[in-house]
């Protein structure tokens, strides 16, 4: 690989990843917060974000799929179990599920 | 983005195409199926497409947030250069405090915050590039498992209206059924459906 295709590259996914953004706003333009439009792209929204973790957890691509399923899937419940348990703290969640991802993957 | 820039780093790239990779796209999804394409030799149209679907969520999220922000003081080229700091954790946080603010100080809120976000990100690419040498693979394995868990986090913090609860949990099931079905589609097709069933389903649902 070229020093001169890897920068193309990464023009190509800056205008490929912008693009959606920019659509997005031009979309936008009539759309107000009080429409149904708005509340149904608010569930699509989020129901995307929640099917590429879903993705991610159990289907990953790259390093993560060099673990377990079965790891990755114990420590996403390790991370509801201590977010619910300890007042919804975000950074002590993550970190646990985390801690425990690194430790499972290496002694299991 | 540590992990991001830690992972470049071991796989041959330079540091300005890291801070540059982060500096223009702030998406890490789809930076890591950029590096992932051209590492496997996929050509400029195979990233562009790879890309483009990866990163594809950020389009309704940007239908969702702009009305919400959008101020008549704020000129447009304003509002395309704050999409670029649409990111999942910009508009979560955003979501999350949006209804304290006044609306004439909502898109100076965002920009702020996703500036930040976004000049943060960038520093930690670097940063993971620069010493990357010092993580070993492992603890680089947990670095990258905090992307999806700080994602699920932040959904789960949305749990408050029944259409986004079935959203939510129609998007998570569907994408897992629809994988090997359609592999590279599967994403767009689950969120929009659940998304879809989950505001007819509970449309009567007063909206908050």
Same mark, same amino acid.
């Given at each position: 690989m070229s020093n001169q295709f890897i920068y193309l590259?990464?023009? %190509?996914?800056? %205008?490929g990843t912008y693009f959606c953004r920019a659509f997005g706003v031009f979309s936008a333009r009539n759309i107000k917060t009080d429409s149904e439009i708005f509340h149904w792209i608010r569930c699509v929204s989020i129901a995307i974000i929640s099917a590429v973790i879903a993705r991610i957890i159990l289907f990953p691509v790259?390093?993560?799929s060099e673990t377990s399923t079965s790891i990755r899937i114990v420590c996403t419940l390790i991370l509801l179990v201590v977010y619910f348990s300890f007042k919804k703290n975000v950074i002590f969640a993550v970190s646990s599920s985390a801690i425990c991802f690194v430790l499972l993957n290496h002694f299991l | 983005m540590f992990a991001f820039g830690a992972f470049?780093?071991?796989? +041959? #790239?330079?540091?300005?195409?890291?801070?540059l990779s982060t500096f223009f796209t702030f998406a890490l999804p789809?930076? #890591?199926?950029?590096?992932? &394409? !051209?590492?496997?030799? +996929?050509? /400029?149209?195979?990233?562009?497409? @790879?890309?483009l679907l990866t990163n594809s969520r950020l389009y309704p999220m940007t239908v969702n947030i702009t009305p919400v922000i959008r101020n008549s003081n704020i000129p447009k080229w304003k509002e395309y250069l704050g999409a670029h700091f649409i990111a999942v954790t910009s508009w979560f946080n955003f979501f999350a405090v949006e209804k304290s603010i006044n609306q004439e100080d909502k898109f100076d809120y965002f920009f702020?915050?996703?500036g930040f976000l976004w @000049?943060?990100?960038?520093?930690? &690419?670097? @940063? +993971?590039?620069?010493?990357?040498?010092?993580?070993?693979?492992? !603890?680089? !394995?947990? /670095?990258?498992? !905090?992307?999806?868990m700080y994602f699920l986090v932040m959904t789960v913090s949305n749990l408050k209206e029944k259409k986004l609860i079935c959203s939510i949990f129609l998007g998570a099931v569907l994408s897992i059924l629809l994988n090997d079905l359609f592999p590279g589609w599967s994403v767009l097709i689950a969120g929009i459906t659940s998304g879809t069933l989950g505001y007819f389903i509970f449309r009567k649902e007063i909206n908050e």
């Open positions: 590259s990464i023009l %190509v996914a800056s %205008v790259g390093i993560l | 470049l780093h071991s796989a +041959g #790239f330079d540091l300005y195409q890291s801070f789809g930076q #890591f199926v950029m590096a992932e &394409t !051209i590492l496997a030799g +996929g050509t /400029l149209l195979n990233i562009f497409l @790879a890309v702020g915050l996703g @000049a943060n990100s960038v520093l930690c &690419t670097v @940063a +993971g590039y620069l010493f990357s040498n010092l993580v070993s693979h492992e !603890i680089l !394995i947990g /670095l990258v498992f !905090i992307n999806p």
